[in-house]
């Protein structure tokens, strides 16, 4: 059973830095689009930043030049470095992965969600 594992998450003070990485579990052939979301409390969740098999990557204006999205295709895994935090960031964040199981099969696939919380 394939699932994608997030870890990084925590409380900082405003101006601060975070990095979350996100790499699935289980046995996997490749995984194509990998992304980040989140969630504030009584919102909807939104696209925070995006990144290809290629990597190429696309950014919600709000976060445009403090987070930078990576990933290391030889460990799976996708991370996003949280620069500049501002309280409007808190949220939880989940990532997102469209993988290729089989030769045949491909799903897309969400995380549990990790919670950032900015506030002094």
């Known amino acids: 059973q394939v699932q994608l594992v997030e870890s990084g998450g925590g409380l900082v003070q405003p101006g601060g830095s975070l990095r979350l990485s996100c790499a699935p579990s289980?046995?996997?052939?490749?995984?194509?689009?990998m992304a980040w979301y989140r969630q504030a409390p009584g919102k909807e969740r939104d696209l925070v930043a995006g990144?290809?098999?290629?990597?190429?990557?696309n950014y919600a204006d709000s976060v445009k030049g403090r987070f930078t999205i990576s990933r290391d295709n030889t460990k799976n895994t996708v991370y996003l470095q949280m620069n500049n935090l501002k309280p409007e960031d808190t949220a939880v964040y989940y990532c997102?992965?469209?993988?290729?199981?089989?030769?045949?099969?491909?799903?897309?696939?969400w995380g549990q969600g990790t919670q950032v919380t900015v506030s002094s």
């Open positions: 997102n992965a469209f993988i290729k199981l089989t030769d045949y099969t491909s799903r897309n696939f």
């Open positions: 289980g046995s996997i052939f490749s995984i194509y689009t």
């Open positions: 990144i290809s098999s290629g990597g190429n990557t």
